[in-house]
């Protein structure tokens, strides 16, 4: 991330992202680099932001197409549910850190705030 130069960083859905949260977080705060990324853990371990789905809501939607698909429906006759809410968490410890100004706007609409 240093060497790049990188302005800003976004990480993508991936399993081996999954697992490195906690080190991502620290290494682009180390490196002065705001970065955004799927899940809240990494906001809690320093990361600027997140900006994803519900973690939570899909759970109910799982157990409602597994009851289905254990009581007989094909899985290819479900219908495809999707999220319908998306958080956004903000964390201002670490947008002050960066020198980071973070806007009004986007404050006001943050689902959590980590101060």
């Given at each position: 991330?240093?060497?790049?130069?990188?302005?800003?960083?976004?990480?993508?859905?991936d399993?081996?992202?999954?697992?490195?949260?906690?080190?991502?977080?620290?290494?682009?705060?180390?490196?002065?680099?705001?970065?955004?990324?799927?899940?809240?853990?990494?906001?809690?371990?320093?990361?600027?932001?997140s900006?994803?789905?519900?973690?939570?809501?899909?759970?109910?939607?799982?157990?409602?197409?597994?009851?289905?698909?254990?009581?007989?429906?094909?899985?290819?006759?479900?219908?495809?549910?999707?999220?319908?809410?998306?958080?956004?968490?903000?964390?201002?410890?670490?947008?002050k850190?960066?020198?980071?100004?973070?806007?009004?706007?986007?404050?006001?609409?943050?689902?959590?705030?980590?101060?």
């Open positions: 991330m240093g060497q790049l130069r990188a302005d800003a960083l976004v990480i993508g859905p399993q081996l992202f999954s697992f490195t949260a906690e080190r991502l977080a620290a290494l682009a705060l180390r490196h002065a680099i705001p970065a955004i990324y799927l899940y809240r853990p990494f906001v809690r371990a320093g990361g600027l932001m900006y994803a789905a519900d973690a939570t809501e899909p759970h109910p939607l799982f157990r409602i197409s597994a009851g289905k698909i254990l009581h007989g429906e094909k899985p290819g006759d479900l219908p495809v549910q999707r999220n319908t809410k998306v958080e956004l968490i903000l964390n201002l410890k670490t947008a850190a960066l020198g980071l100004t973070v806007p009004l706007p986007l404050f006001a609409r943050a689902d959590e705030v980590i101060e």
